[in-house]
């Protein structure tokens, strides 16, 4: 079974720096799809970053960008230049390329950018 | 509408009640998912339907949880009898097709069980 584990629960960064937040997977799977999701208060589940497994090329969405290391399942998320509208709860997610879109969450980082 | 509304927003429900939550995906997705989100945790897959087929319920804890979506468009997800381990947020995704790669959630639903 797939597994996603983010071994950070809290972090916190002082605002216009740059953090990193971890997140291993594990999968028989070769072909994959990873992402980042944000979580502020309100609930809403935004999409914030992907990456296909079959890319090497690592994902860069404006701000945030990842480190893929698929030989190692590894899957971490840099945010730079830290905005306040960046405190969230953050979840790694894993989906496996088969029928349909079941996505497995890790336990998620509580990220605190302090002004 | 715009996006994914699931209401009500807040539900508190008395210990053996039954309640009934509700998905309006984004309209003409084919996919739609409920997950169980407990307190402090990452959100745990429930049911997946296409369209208004049912083709996974793998993640529903128990026979008290009940999903249908008749029309292939709103989803209700019912728990009947509930208990207090059945306190979470209840959030319904969508996508637009089978494979698609993105999800949209809605703000899910927070049920208390007192």
């Known amino acids: 079974a797939q597994t996603v584990t983010q071994s950070q629960p809290e972090m916190s960064v002082q605002e216009a720096e740059t953090v990193t937040l971890s997140c291993t997977y594990d999968t028989s799977e070769n072909n994959y799809y990873l992402f980042w999701y944000k979580q502020p208060p309100s609930r809403q589940m935004i999409l914030v970053i992907r990456q296909e497994a079959y890319k090497q090329q690592n994902a860069t969405e404006n701000r945030f960008s990842v480190n893929f290391q698929k030989a190692a399942k590894s899957f971490s998320l840099k945010i730079s230049d830290s905005q306040l509208g960046d405190t969230a709860m953050y979840f790694c997610a894993f989906r496996e390329q088969t029928s349909y879109d079941k996505v497995i969450f890790g336990p998620g980082t509580s990220l605190s950018v302090i002004p | 509408g715009a996006g994914v509304s699931q209401s009500p927003r807040y539900k508190v429900a008395k210990r053996g009640q039954d309640v009934a939550l509700r998905c309006d995906p984004i309209?003409?997705?084919?996919?739609l998912f409920w997950y169980q989100q407990a307190l402090g945790q990452g959100p745990e897959f429930l049911t997946y339907?296409?369209?208004?087929?049912?083709?996974?319920k793998s993640g529903l804890p128990s026979d008290r949880f009940f999903a249908e979506r008749p029309e292939g468009s709103v989803s209700t997800l019912k728990i009947q009898r509930t208990q207090q381990e059945d306190s979470a947020v209840y959030l319904c995704a969508s996508s637009l097709f089978r494979g698609g790669t993105e999800a949209f959630f809605g703000q899910g639903t927070r049920l208390t069980v007192v």
């Open positions: 339907f296409q369209n208004e087929a049912q083709l996974d």
């Open positions: 309209s003409g997705h084919v996919s």
